[in-house]
Every structure is written in structure tokens, then in C-alpha cells.
């Protein structure tokens, strides 16, 4: 038995560019669907957040018309009731690397607010990368990338190919144009080999220990990647 790290935005909102205070949090899916994954595997999953504050679900992952019908919707809203780990989670800032086999960070927008600008994050990320284990990160999720500075000043996924919410989907989605920036456009402007596929689509870009997915429909082949690669 594996014991992944799943790194979760502790935000409930995100700054747009008018200063207003958007309402979000962790992507429902993407935080359910890899766990029921990894635990249905045999593994164990702990939850980390900023100063251990408990997450903040984004309301409108739980809507059905983003979870295929009432019925999805249900079924993602059980999920979450039973990840109990979610309300019980540690202190991203005393996580030690070590006591993991692998690291997962899940999307929403909250990430865009606090992880992207996480000092405790960015090193935490730079480890994982440099220790070889299997580093999944999903959606807005590659937002917490953004923190991660190498030895030498350079971002740490800097010549990584690797994929995220893109500029079409969030254009499609209605709020890039109200976004004070973009993930694609920063992830590029950091040094990655930015990738895409079509928007909402499942995607997974796999660069030695790094796996990420586009959207929320990249949450299931991402997660059944780091089921593979726990062996």
C-alpha cells in the first residue's frame, strides 16, 4: 500500500481582475474521482492544505449540468461526503516528502488564488519532481507550478511538457476575459512545453514523473497513470 499526498487549495474565492471575489474552491471531480481510484487500489491518502484549514468545495462542481445529469451530480456530492480526509487535513507547510509514494494536486480555481504564490508548495513541488515519484496535477491545479523556483532561479517545470486548463476552455467557461491572467499563458511564460487537446476532453501529457491533465475529464486517466505507475 501506496500513501499519496493530495495537496488541496485552501482558498474559497479568486481575486478577478476588478477586485472582485469569485466564489470557488476544489473541483469536486477531480478531488473524488482520483481518490475513489487510489483508494479502491489499496492506497492510502492524506490531505494537505495551507495552515491546515479544511477545503473549500467550489459550489458549482457539484451542479449537474457539469456532472452529466442529476444523477452524476448525486453521485459526486456521496463521494465527497465520504472523503473524510478532506476534514481532517494536515499542514502543508510541516509535510514531509519523505513519508509520501506519490503527490497529487486537484484542480477548481482556488489554486489561481493561494497555490500559485505558495512558498511551501513551490519547494514541496521542486522535491517531488526531483525525487522521481509520481506527481499528478489536474486542471487549475498547474497553477501551484507557478511557485516552484530550482537552485537556480529558473522555474523547476521549465522545459517539462505538460498540459492544463487551457485559454479556449476558460474562454469558454466566461471568466478569461474577467481573470486578472491565464494558466496556459503563465505556464508558457515559465518555460513549459505547454500542450493541448481539445477543450474538455480527457488529456494527459506525461513527462518522466510529471503527469497532468487538461480538465476535469482528466482526472480518471490521470489517476488510473499513478495507479500504474504505484504498481
Not at 513541488?125 to 496535477?137: H, Q
Not at 505547454?194 to 503527469?211: M, S
Request: hydrophobic share 45%.
Amino acid at each position: 500500500m501506496a500513501k499519496i499526498l493530495f495537496v488541496v487549495t485552501g482558498a474559497d474565492h479568486w481575486t478577478l481582475a476588478d477586485g472582485t471575489k469569485h466564489p470557488t474552491g476544489f473541483w469536486a471531480e477531480e478531488a473524488v474521482t482520483p481518490y475513489e481510484t487510489l483508494t479502491a487500489a489499496g492506497h492510502e491518502v492524506v490531505v494537505a492544505t495551507p495552515g491546515g484549514v479544511v477545503p473549500t468545495v467550489d459550489r458549482g462542481s457539484l451542479a449537474p449540468e457539469v456532472n452529466g445529469g442529476r444523477e452524476g451530480a448525486d453521485r459526486v456530492a456521496a463521494a465527497l461526503d465520504a472523503f473524510e480526509e478532506l476534514r481532517r487535513p494536515v499542514a502543508l507547510e510541516d509535510v514531509d516528502l519523505d513519508a509520501y509514494d506519490a503527490v497529487f494536486y486537484p484542480g477548481g480555481h482556488g489554486p489561481m488564488e493561494d497555490l500559485a504564490v505558495n512558498e511551501a508548495s513551490g519547494r514541496l513541488l521542486t522535491a517531488a519532481l526531483a525525487s522521481g515519484k509520481p506527481l499528478g496535477v489536474v486542471c487549475h491545479g498547474p497553477a501551484a507550478l507557478l511557485a516552484a523556483t530550482g537552485p537556480d532561479g529558473e522555474n523547476a517545470f521549465a522545459g517539462y511538457r505538460l498540459t492544463g486548463f487551457t485559454n479556449a476552455e476558460e474562454s469558454q467557461a466566461g471568466l478569461a476575459e474577467k481573470a486578472k491572467w491565464l494558466l496556459q499563458d503563465r505556464l508558457v511564460a515559465a518555460g513549459a512545453e505547454f500542450q493541448e487537446g481539445e477543450p474538455w476532453a480527457p488529456f494527459i501529457i506525461t513527462d518522466r514523473n510529471l503527469i497532468t491533465g487538461q480538465n476535469p475529464a482528466s482526472s480518471a486517466p490521470l489517476a488510473a497513470e499513478l495507479v500504474d505507475r504505484l504498481g
